[in-house]
């Protein structure tokens, strides 16, 4: 079991002084598996009130002192807090410290390991006629010349670099260092110079305006709540001319019940390395989110080289729920179809939906 343990003041937002970490931050923590509690400097009984009260319920409570007893209780034991008596008791414990901020960016990486291996998994991924599509969609829809292109979750390039070498000037962001390192290598090596840069699209800024933006193969759906769809939607519009056009994809929520989420297997083989990956889905349709649990066994000829085990949170979308976060933070939607098929009708076979935007008047929004 894994569990981790958490401090008030300075951590918690109910803190005195509040701290970073939300709810939501905690509930995330539980989607990994890890069990979560209180283990700070008020007596047990304070921190049961005060996590009851803000609608928690916790699975452990320890005043920090106590930490070191729950060492043989759990596999893994993370503490997070805000000085360095959190440190001290972590230490004594035998327990990982994190602070707050260390904490919330481990909550959001994915595509750390699994991103090593990214560009072998999707060896066959034809980039090519995906950017075919995107330059079909500019042909059909933008009323402005197309000459700049922001790729939000850009991933190792796979389109930013097609679309550099047609003649677009790229920017491209991705919240993982692994990805933007292959992106920047890949670059380099065709001899192209892109602006690659590690950021999150969630506290996007930028100085500078585009004629397009596009958040190709699902970028969209790690962004679980609806607050962090909307302050993505809200930072793209920022960086978007009057007029531009956003073009993404989804899970289309109409397919994901109907069809429902399966294991999938996929093994793909270049230079001598094999990848074997396989996808376990978690389908939590409540609350619109399916846990994909992955599976990677790395091998050269018959040695096995590495082995990796990552959960990504996705969510699913439907057409109507999509026009809705548009519509409120600046754009007008177009046409919503089938990914690949412009024009296509959207119904419950489609899972892959692709969403085209418009950007709103400043002031019409």
Known sequence: MKAIGFDRDGTLWYGDPPGPITKEHLERAGERDYIIGGSSGQTVEEQKRQWMENGLEPSFVVT??????????????????????????????????????????????????????????????????????????????????????????????????????????????DFSEVMIGRALQKAKKVKLKIDFRVGDLRSLNLDRKFDSAICMFAVMD??????????????????????????????????????????????????????????????????????DHYHLIVTEGDKVVDEVMETHTVRYFFPQEINHYLEENGFELVETCPFLDLGGKVNENVWNMTCIAKAKRADHY
């Open 222 to 291: 790690y962004f679980t709540t609806n607050q962090e769809v909307e302050k993505v939607i809200r930072n793209v519009r920022r960086v978007l001319k009057e007029s531009a056009l956003f073009i993404f994809d989804v899970w289309n929520g109409l397919a994901v019940l109907r069809i429902l989420p399966e294991v999938r297997v996929r093994i793909m083989e270049n230079q001598g390395k094999r990848v074997i990956r396989w996808v376990y889905p978690e389908l939590d349709s409540f609350n619109h989110l399916c846990k």
């Open 64 to 173: 920090k002192s106590e930490l070191p007893s729950l060492k043989n209780k759990f596999d893994e034991l993370i503490h997070v807090g805000d000085d360095r008596d959190d440190a001290e008791w972590a230490q004594k414990a035998g327990a990982h410290y994190m602070t707050p901020s260390q904490f919330i960016q481990w909550l959001d990486k994915v595509f750390d390991r699994y991103g090593e291996y990214y560009d072998l998994i999707y060896l066959d991924k034809n980039y090519e006629k995906e950017c075919d599509f995107v330059e079909s969609i500019f042909e059909k829809y933008s009323s402005l010349p197309v000459r700049s292109i922001f790729d939000g979750g850009c991933g190792t390039g796979g389109h930013a670099i097609p679309l550099a070498k047609r003649g677009y000037k790229v920017l491209g962001v």
